[in-house]
């Protein structure tokens, strides 16, 4: 079922206003009906979180709300999970992440697509190389890379610079 995705390919690097982020990758994929662009931001302590969405929605505040009804949810988050895997690659201490974004009138509580990526992606980022951290409260779920040799002090780190962007994040 999670084994089938698009493949996919690097389309640019683009800069941030915001104090967090370093810099964005951008990735792009085709499906059958459109073209999907992945978002991968790159934080302090080499930590990659993954957003993606719609082209034609590129400039809409709720492109990574919206939902296409194309029936082939699994594919594109194993494109996503294959991105983050390339990225794994060619930096092995990465950490990676996401949030299950909430669609429009659904709350941020355990959302279904946090339930989904969280499912597929624990499969594919087993505990042998990462540590989970997740918080089904707000739909987050971090990959902290266990090649850190003060682990605990790394999650730590990871978990006060996400609680600094957002200020209600409580991860477990």
Request: positive net charge.
């Amino acid at each position: 079922m999670f084994d089938s995705s698009f493949s996919f390919s690097k389309s640019g690097i683009k800069s941030s206003d915001s104090q967090y982020i370093r810099k964005i990758y951008l990735y792009k994929f085709n499906t059958p009906k459109r073209t999907y662009i992945c978002e991968v931001e790159l934080y302090d302590l080499e930590i990659y979180i993954i957003k993606f969405y719609d082209r034609k929605d590129k400039n809409n505040p709720y492109r990574f709300s919206k939902l296409t009804g194309d029936g082939i949810a699994t594919r594109i988050i194993r494109t996503c999970l294959n991105v983050l895997s390339s990225i794994h690659k060619s930096s092995p201490s990465a950490s990676f992440g996401f949030i299950g974004i909430n669609s429009i009138h659904e709350s941020l509580d355990n959302t279904k697509r946090y339930k989904l990526y969280s499912k597929i992606s624990a499969n594919l980022f087993g505990i042998g190389t990462f540590e989970h951290v997740y918080s089904d409260r707000y739909s987050v779920y971090f990959f902290a890379n266990k090649c850190h040799s003060e682990l605990e002090k790394y999650v730590n780190s990871c978990k006060h610079l996400f609680e600094k962007i957002y200020p209600t994040l409580e991860l477990q």
